[in-house]
């Protein structure tokens, strides 16, 4: 059944895999970016985190595996505090998925194996295949693939480190209908293996498609019951930049 977070006050007291306590971020301009944010992301499941554009997301994703450090508060994986983990080991735990694909330069069978180096022929087709690319695409230059086919690249070569948790920040946002629906059943099969999957979208219809759980955040803060609420009855998703 769909929680919507800040509705469910049992949110914060269950065991979470990626726990973010009492975040705050402040920017290099001193600008607080969050503040206060508290979200547990468990396995298995598929957490959407939504909100107004500018109200934080992708920072939070950012701090959920290192690239960035809460300025207050902890996240925490398997209740280790990221800043005591070795960051190589991090982030092959917790994988992260950008809104614009970042290919290597090389051919998409190089940027797998940066992953995985010792993934054989098989393994490699296998995980293209979960992206809906064919074996064909192993040979393929990877910085001259589409837009979307560089993104499904790059989900593969996440999947290849074996992540807990995925964070995917708009990972469907260059794909077309056919292969958004591909990756959103993706996403629904890797929580079914016990991945926890965070997943950042503006298209609430997608949320509501995809989601376990809902997080909103607006302001860099949860959002209170009444602005989730609000936020979700949209008609009309905002539009991201
Ligand atoms: N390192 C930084 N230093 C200063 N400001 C930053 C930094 N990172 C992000 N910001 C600002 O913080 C706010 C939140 O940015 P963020 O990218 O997390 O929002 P978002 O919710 O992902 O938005 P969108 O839906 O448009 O992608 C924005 O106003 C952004 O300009
Ligand atoms: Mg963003």
Not at 11 to 34: Q, Y
Not at 99 to 117: C, E, H, W
Not at 118 to 125: I, K, M, P, Q, R
Request: charged share 20%.
């Amino acid at each position: 059944m769909l929680a919507i977070m800040g509705l469910d006050p049992r949110a914060n007291h269950e065991p979470a895999l990626l726990d973010f306590d009492t975040v705050s971020f402040v920017g290099l301009d001193g600008a607080t970016i969050l503040e206060g944010v508290t979200l547990g992301i468990l396995e298995g499941q598929v957490s959407v985190v939504a909100g107004p554009s500018g109200a934080g997301k992708s920072t939070l994703l950012r701090l959920g595996n290192r690239l960035e450090v809460p300025t207050a508060g902890a996240v925490r994986f398997r209740g280790e505090d990221l800043g005591l983990s070795d960051p190589r080991v991090l982030r092959r735990n917790v994988g992260m998925v950008f809104q614009k694909p970042i290919p290597f330069a090389g051919t998409v069978r190089s940027n797998l194996k940066v992953a995985d180096p010792v993934a054989n022929e098989s393994e490699l087709g296998n995980v293209l295949q979960r992206v809906g690319l064919d074996s064909s695409f192993l040979d393929r230059v990877a910085d001259v693939l589409s837009g979307g086919e560089a993104q499904r690249m790059c989900i593969a070569r996440t999947l290849l480190t074996k992540p807990a948790v995925i964070l995917m920040d708009e990972p469907t946002s260059a794909l077309d209908p056919k292969n958004r629906l591909g990756i959103e059943a993706l996403a629904r099969e890797l929580a079914n293996e016990g991945i926890g999957v965070v997943w950042v979208t503006h298209d609430l219809d997608q949320a509501h498609r995809i989601a376990d759980r809902i997080h909103v955040l607006v302001d860099g803060r949860n959002a209170t019951a009444s602005e989730t609420s609000l936020y979700l009855a949209q008609d009309t998703p905002e539009v991201g930049t």
